[in-house]
Nanobody
Framework: QVQLVESGGGLVQAGGSLRLSCAAS????????MAWYRQAPGRQRELVAL???????NYADSVTGRFTISRDNTKNTVYLQMNSLKPEDTAVYYC?????????????WGQGTQVTVSS
């Protein structure tokens, strides 16, 4: 069973930085896309950044130029470096992976990590 475990969330002042990590484990054969989503109270979950197995990236307009997604395929880990944080970045951040394990490719999600940016 594939599991995604996030770390690195917390409380930071506006203008500060945080780095999120997400490690995938559990009988993984391959991972296609990995991504970070976020969900603020009262809002729908939204894509923050995505990275393909080949390293191509895509960002939400609201974080372009401030956030950087990267991955280490040898460790099945994806990172999100968040700089110049704003109060509107406050949300629960979820890791996502489209991975092949015992069967066909499937979507996997982490439990989420809270990011709070104070003004």
């Amino acid at each position: 069973q594939v599991q995604l475990v996030e770390s690195g969330g917390g409380l930071v002042q506006a203008g500060g930085s945080l780095r999120l990590s997400c490690a995938a484990s559990g009988g993984i054969f391959s991972i296609n896309e990995m991504a970070w989503y976020r969900q603020a109270p009262g809002r729908q979950r939204e894509l923050v950044a995505l990275i393909t197995s080949g390293g191509n990236t895509n960002y939400a307009d609201s974080v372009t130029g401030r956030f950087t997604i990267s991955r280490d395929n040898t460790k099945n880990t994806v990172y999100l470096q968040m700089n110049s944080l704003k109060p509107e970045d406050t949300a629960v951040y979820y890791c996502y992976a489209h991975a092949v394990s015992a069967g066909p490719a499937y979507d996997y999600w982490g439990q989420g990590t809270q990011v709070t940016v104070s003004s």
